[in-house]
């Protein structure tokens, strides 16, 4: 339950009405995928600093980088086409899901393989 809900909240808090379905559908998985890694990682730690961290990692990326949002586009380095917009179609939106899958579970491998240089742990002295 204290994984479930939590996951499920975050996930449907990124449902945007001025979207698709196929792209709602494409980033609520991503964002998904990303619930279930923050999760592991509250898990494996045993508190929210690290989740946290890493939530505010992949915002300052989304945020500085690359912007999908019109809302956003004056952060962002470079301004993509917005998700909002009707041009996108169903392969758009599959690729954008497996891309943000795919960026999550590599991030997975960083923040938890016992082989990771970044591995993540309850106790910083457990990670040698």
């Known amino acids: 339950m204290w994984a479930l809900l939590p996951a499920l909240l975050f996930t449907s808090l990124h ?13 609520l998985a991503s964002i998904a995928a990303f619930a279930l890694l923050l999760t ?5 730690t045993g508190n929210l600093g690290a989740a946290f961290g890493a939530h505010l990692g992949n915002n300052l990326t989304g945020f500085l980088l690359i912007s999908h ?7 962002a380095l470079f301004n993509a086409k917005p998700l ?12 954008i899901a497996a891309i943000g899958i795919v960026c999550t579970l590599l991030t997975m491998l960083l923040l ?17």
């Open 112 to 128: 938890l393989h016992p082989r990771s240089p970044l591995k993540v742990t309850a106790d910083p002295r457990d990670a040698g």
């Open 15 to 27: 449902w945007s009405p001025g979207s698709t379905p196929a792209i709602n559908a494409c980033v």
């Open 40 to 44: 592991l990682v509250v898990y494996v």
């Open 69 to 75: 949002q019109e809302n956003y586009n004056s952060f």
């Open 84 to 95: 909002e917009g009707p041009d996108w179609t169903t392969t758009d939106a599959v690729i």
